[in-house]
């Protein structure tokens, strides 16, 4: 029997009654992570990883919350169910279900590269195993994260040497805490955007070390001049950039791969960043698992199911949800 099911409000878990990072309101939610397209208002009851608990509570309020320490299970109907580390943001989790001896594994959106904010990916064995395929294509490889942080040093360096504020446009969630934490803060001033600020406090109250950044009134002009500012996707072209002048602007995405997405959004650089697997990622955490059967959800799925059946030989097949509207989402499609 299926362990987990589509339905109409999200993925169902029959043996146990309950939703994992269901889209429409129900009574009990296990939710993998703070984006908005996995953890939404309206539900009764909320379970979640313990480390993403001030996450969950800045995005979504005074929601009934229960948390769980990763690798804890707990018995519930009769369906054995732990979080595991999916190291996508702070706090998100994989959920392993345990029940008539099986073990299905719904991965949520995950990274497999550790960084600074987050608890690693960790494989779980199971016999079925529930993925996402944001970047789902062989064209998608990350380069390692040194170089990368090294190459907006370097950018933000030869601005500031120019008198130019650096604008780093970036998600607000776990893309914004990453890159801070992967900056040399010795360069100059760093500013953070009103909607990137208070998800810095969270990581910081959860123990992660993110250099200082201060609020853009906090820095006087001649600092700005040299400052790297994280704001969101949202602030591109706002009233709120003026203040910088004649600023250089960059954009850090997944996405910043394609060319095609650098110039639809018209920034001077693109760096390539994702809190998400890269192709041969996603292909190393699918083998990990060792399962036989493999539903894949949002994102480039039909390539990557193709990829599974033909190739590894595996049980593969779409499962349709309505992941995928916030974090790291295709430039031009819906951002
Ligand atoms: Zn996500
Ligand atoms: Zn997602």
Redesign the pocket.
Known sequence: MALIVARPQGLYCPAGDFYIDPWRPVERAVIT?G?G??ARVGHAHYLAAAPGAGVLRARLGGISLETLPYGTSILHHGVRLSLHPAG??LG?AQVRLEHGGEVWVAS??YKVEADATCAPFEPVRCNAFITESTFGLPIYRWQPQAALFAQINDWWRGNAAQGRTSVLFCYAL?KAQRILAGLDPAIGPLVAHGAVEPLNAVYRTAGVALPPTRSVAEVDPAGLKHALVLAPPSAQNSPWLRRFGDYADAFASGWMQLRGARRRRAVDRGFVVS?HADWPGLLTAIAATGAERVFVTHGQSGPLVRWLCETEGLAAQTLQTEYGD??DTPIGVAA
Do not use: F, Q
Request: aromatic share 0%.
């Open positions: 992570h984006h397209d996995h996508h943001v998100s949520g959106d776990g809190d916030e974090d």
